[in-house]
T-cell receptor, first 115, second 119 residues
Framework: ETGVTQTPRHLVMGMTNKKSLKCEQH?????MYWYKQSAKKPLELMFV???????ENNSVPSRFSPECPNSSHLFLHLHTLQPEDSALYLC??????????????FGSGTQLSVL | AQKVTQAQTEISVVEKEDVTLDCVYE???????LFWYKQPPSGELVFLIR??????QNEISGRYSWNFQKSTSSFNFTITASQVVDSAVYFC????????????????FGKGTSLLVTP
């Protein structure tokens, strides 16, 4: 148990659906991250939030929409996804956004399949 | 160009064997950070170690040891007397500025090495 909880663990959705991924951290951290993990590819950073403010968006398509209502919760809203968006989506947190020099705490991820 | 290269895609060993996972990195920075993470079948990445570029001392933690060699830009990870519970995907990662301090640090992961330890 890393202190970062993601729901759901698995999600199957059609290309016209709208769904949301949820992440909650119980560590008192101030920075939260969304990563995408595709087969045979390095982890890709998608978004970074520091003190609820988005500080990084790595050219992610607009069909992915993050939301960070407070420092403990992070959402990823999904709509009109493509089959190539199927991947494991990992949430992580760290004490602060120290320029990615910190230890990250990860959740177990949501395995997303887009049909 | 990939910043972190983990040339070994999959490794299979028998329990109690020693195994070394290779990591080669590329950076123009003099100050940078290197990490290893473990991803068991449950999915979450678990932090193992962080080293900064000024500390080349090798580190040992139980059965785990890390060999940091700036001369060869490598940060290899050795598991001694491997156990079945060590089966996981292991990721090496580099945090640097890409040669531009104004852009801030970014964390780049390698593609990972899948380790299977069989009884």
């Amino acid at each position: 148990e890393t202190g970062v909880t993601q729901t759901p663990r698995h999600l199957v959705m059609g290309m016209t659906n709208k769904k949301s991924l949820k992440c909650e951290q119980h560590l008192g951290h101030n920075a939260m991250y969304w990563y995408k993990q595709s087969a045979k590819k390095p982890l890709e950073l998608m978004f970074v939030y520091n003190f609820k403010e988005q500080t990084e968006n790595n050219s992610v398509p607009s069909r992915f929409s993050p939301e960070c209502p407070n420092s403990s919760h992070l959402f990823l809203h999904l709509h009109t996804l493509q089959p190539e968006d199927s991947a494991l989506y990992l949430c992580a947190s760290s004490q602060d956004r120290q320029g990615a020099r910190e230890k990250l705490f990860f959740g177990s991820g949501t395995q997303l399949s887009v049909l | 160009a990939q910043k972190v290269t983990q040339a070994q895609t999959e490794i299979s060993v028998v329990e109690k064997e020693d195994v070394t996972l290779d990591c080669v990195y590329e950076t123009r920075d003099t100050t940078y950070y290197l990490f290893w993470y473990k991803q068991p079948p449950s999915g979450e990445l678990v932090f193992l170690i962080r080293r900064n570029s000024f500390d080349e001392q090798n580190e040992i933690s139980g059965r785990y040891s890390w060999n940091f060699q700036k001369s060869t830009s490598s940060f290899n990870f050795t598991i001694t007397a491997s156990q079945v519970v060590d089966s996981a995907v292991y990721f090496c990662a580099l945090s640097d500025t890409g040669g531009n301090i104004d852009s801030g640090y970014a964390l780049n992961f390698g593609k990972g090495t899948s380790l299977l330890v069989t009884p």
